[in-house]
Protein backbone atom coordinates (compact mmCIF):
# COMPACT_ATOMS: atom_id res chain seq x y z
CA UNK A 1 0.00 0.00 0.00
CA UNK A 2 1.07 3.70 -0.90
CA UNK A 3 2.41 5.85 1.73
CA UNK A 4 -0.06 8.01 2.81
CA UNK A 5 0.28 11.99 1.80
CA UNK A 6 2.32 13.82 4.37
CA UNK A 7 -0.55 16.18 4.95
CA UNK A 8 -3.00 13.30 4.94
CA UNK A 9 -1.21 11.47 7.39
CA UNK A 10 -1.48 15.11 10.09
CA UNK A 11 -5.11 15.29 9.14
CA UNK A 12 -7.67 14.27 12.06
CA UNK A 13 -9.33 10.51 10.67
CA UNK A 14 -12.59 10.99 9.22
CA UNK A 15 -14.17 8.29 11.86
CA UNK A 16 -16.99 7.77 9.79
CA UNK A 17 -17.32 7.61 5.53
CA UNK A 18 -20.38 9.05 5.84
CA UNK A 19 -19.28 12.03 7.77
CA UNK A 20 -17.19 15.07 6.51
CA UNK A 21 -14.48 16.93 8.24
CA UNK A 22 -16.49 19.54 9.78
CA UNK A 23 -18.49 16.88 11.61
CA UNK A 24 -15.80 15.61 13.19
CA UNK A 25 -15.09 19.52 14.35
CA UNK A 26 -18.52 20.21 15.66
CA UNK A 27 -17.86 17.11 17.54
CA UNK A 28 -14.75 18.10 19.08
CA UNK A 29 -16.29 21.57 19.64
CA UNK A 30 -19.20 19.68 21.74
CA UNK A 31 -16.58 17.63 23.91
CA UNK A 32 -15.09 20.86 24.80
CA UNK A 33 -18.58 22.27 26.15
CA UNK A 34 -17.73 20.29 29.06
CA UNK A 35 -14.66 22.01 30.48
CA UNK A 36 -15.70 25.40 29.21
CA UNK A 37 -14.66 27.89 31.52
CA UNK A 38 -14.63 31.33 29.90
CA UNK A 39 -18.35 32.61 30.27
CA UNK A 40 -17.76 35.12 32.16
CA UNK A 41 -15.56 37.48 30.06
CA UNK A 42 -16.33 40.67 28.81
CA UNK A 43 -16.72 41.92 25.04
CA UNK A 44 -13.84 44.54 25.35
CA UNK A 45 -10.47 42.67 24.72
CA UNK A 46 -8.90 43.23 27.63
CA UNK A 47 -5.41 44.21 25.64
CA UNK A 48 -7.38 46.83 23.16
CA UNK A 49 -5.81 45.59 20.33
CA UNK A 50 -6.91 44.58 17.15
CA UNK A 51 -4.94 42.15 14.76
CA UNK A 52 -5.63 42.28 11.10
CA UNK A 53 -3.96 39.11 9.63
CA UNK A 54 -3.55 36.88 6.51
CA UNK A 55 -5.73 33.79 7.01
CA UNK A 56 -3.10 31.30 6.27
CA UNK A 57 -3.42 28.82 8.41
CA UNK A 58 0.23 28.07 9.51
CA UNK A 59 0.17 31.46 11.29
CA UNK A 60 -1.85 30.92 14.81
CA UNK A 61 -2.29 34.14 15.61
CA UNK A 62 -3.01 33.42 19.76
CA UNK A 63 0.35 30.88 19.86
CA UNK A 64 1.95 33.79 18.18
CA UNK A 65 1.73 36.27 20.99
CA UNK A 66 0.59 33.90 23.69
CA UNK A 67 -2.97 35.75 23.53
CA UNK A 68 -5.90 34.18 25.85
CA UNK A 69 -9.42 34.52 25.26
CA UNK A 70 -11.02 37.87 25.57
CA UNK A 71 -7.49 39.76 24.96
CA UNK A 72 -7.63 40.84 21.49
CA UNK A 73 -9.58 40.82 18.25
CA UNK A 74 -8.11 39.22 15.58
CA UNK A 75 -9.53 40.15 11.80
CA UNK A 76 -8.55 37.99 8.85
CA UNK A 77 -8.82 37.44 5.59
CA UNK A 78 -6.72 36.52 2.62
CA UNK A 79 -3.34 38.58 2.80
CA UNK A 80 -4.14 40.46 5.85
CA UNK A 81 -5.54 43.27 3.35
CA UNK A 82 -7.37 46.27 5.16
CA UNK A 83 -10.57 46.07 2.75
CA UNK A 84 -13.74 47.94 3.51
CA UNK A 85 -14.77 45.11 5.19
CA UNK A 86 -11.64 45.02 7.20
CA UNK A 87 -12.02 48.83 7.99
CA UNK A 88 -15.60 48.33 9.11
CA UNK A 89 -14.47 45.64 11.78
CA UNK A 90 -11.92 47.94 12.84
CA UNK A 91 -14.14 50.88 13.07
CA UNK A 92 -16.53 48.51 15.62
CA UNK A 93 -13.52 47.20 17.35
CA UNK A 94 -12.44 50.86 18.29
CA UNK A 95 -15.94 53.12 18.32
CA UNK A 96 -17.86 50.23 20.67
CA UNK A 97 -15.40 47.95 22.07
CA UNK A 98 -12.53 50.19 22.95
CA UNK A 99 -9.70 49.02 21.51
CA UNK A 100 -6.91 51.33 20.24
CA UNK A 101 -3.34 49.63 19.08
CA UNK A 102 -3.57 47.96 15.68
CA UNK A 103 -1.34 45.40 14.44
CA UNK A 104 -1.40 44.54 10.39
CA UNK A 105 0.08 41.09 9.61
CA UNK A 106 1.15 39.80 6.35
CA UNK A 107 3.30 36.99 5.28
CA UNK A 108 6.24 35.32 3.24
CA UNK A 109 4.45 32.92 1.32
CA UNK A 110 1.37 34.19 1.09
CA UNK A 111 -1.04 32.86 -1.87
CA UNK A 112 -1.47 36.64 -3.00
CA UNK A 113 1.86 37.40 -3.75
CA UNK A 114 1.98 37.65 -7.50
CA UNK A 115 0.08 39.32 -10.35
CA UNK A 116 -3.65 40.34 -10.11
CA UNK A 117 -4.58 38.69 -13.42
CA UNK A 118 -2.53 35.66 -13.07
CA UNK A 119 -4.49 35.21 -10.16
CA UNK A 120 -7.89 36.14 -11.63
CA UNK A 121 -7.74 33.58 -14.59
CA UNK A 122 -6.36 31.04 -11.96
CA UNK A 123 -9.95 31.92 -10.19
CA UNK A 124 -12.17 32.30 -12.73
CA UNK A 125 -10.69 28.88 -14.54
CA UNK A 126 -11.56 26.68 -11.18
CA UNK A 127 -14.61 28.45 -10.33
CA UNK A 128 -15.74 29.53 -14.35
CA UNK A 129 -16.78 32.74 -13.66
CA UNK A 130 -14.68 36.26 -13.20
CA UNK A 131 -14.39 37.19 -9.31
CA UNK A 132 -16.81 39.92 -8.67
CA UNK A 133 -13.72 41.66 -6.43
CA UNK A 134 -9.87 43.02 -6.16
CA UNK A 135 -8.41 39.71 -5.38
CA UNK A 136 -5.64 41.70 -3.53
CA UNK A 137 -2.44 40.32 -5.30
CA UNK A 138 0.97 41.89 -4.13
CA UNK A 139 4.72 41.06 -5.11
CA UNK A 140 6.25 42.98 -2.76
CA UNK A 141 4.87 41.49 0.72
CA UNK A 142 6.89 44.68 2.72
CA UNK A 143 5.39 47.26 0.33
CA UNK A 144 2.01 45.59 0.44
CA UNK A 145 2.10 46.21 4.42
CA UNK A 146 3.23 49.68 3.87
CA UNK A 147 0.05 50.56 1.82
CA UNK A 148 -1.99 48.72 4.24
CA UNK A 149 -0.51 51.15 7.06
CA UNK A 150 -0.80 54.00 5.12
CA UNK A 151 -4.62 53.10 4.59
CA UNK A 152 -4.77 52.72 8.54
CA UNK A 153 -2.87 55.93 9.23
CA UNK A 154 -5.15 58.20 6.94
CA UNK A 155 -8.38 56.95 7.87
CA UNK A 156 -11.23 59.16 9.15
CA UNK A 157 -13.20 56.32 10.90
CA UNK A 158 -10.70 55.01 12.93
CA UNK A 159 -9.66 56.67 16.72
CA UNK A 160 -6.16 55.16 17.15
CA UNK A 161 -5.03 54.29 13.11
CA UNK A 162 -2.05 56.51 13.46
CA UNK A 163 -0.56 53.96 15.68
CA UNK A 164 -0.87 51.28 13.49
CA UNK A 165 1.72 49.05 13.14
CA UNK A 166 3.11 46.55 10.52
CA UNK A 167 4.84 43.11 10.17
CA UNK A 168 5.85 40.67 8.32
CA UNK A 169 5.24 36.90 9.71
CA UNK A 170 8.19 34.67 7.99
CA UNK A 171 6.23 31.03 7.78
CA UNK A 172 9.54 29.63 7.06
CA UNK A 173 11.21 30.27 10.43
CA UNK A 174 8.63 31.76 12.99
CA UNK A 175 10.06 35.07 12.82
CA UNK A 176 8.02 38.42 13.39
CA UNK A 177 9.57 41.44 11.63
CA UNK A 178 8.12 44.88 11.86
CA UNK A 179 7.72 46.73 8.63
CA UNK A 180 9.25 50.47 9.66
ZN1 LIG B 1 -1.39 34.73 3.19
Redesign the pocket.
Known sequence: MAAAPYFASLARPVSDIQKTRVDDLVAYAQRQESVFTAGDLPAPPALAVAIVA???SRIDMFRLFGLHLGEAHVIRN???IVTDDVMRSLTLSQALLDTREIMLI??T????IGHEDDLRQRVADATGTEPAWELGAFTDVEASVRRQLEVLHESPHLIGGKSARGFVYEVETGRLREVG
Open positions: CMDAGGQHGCGL
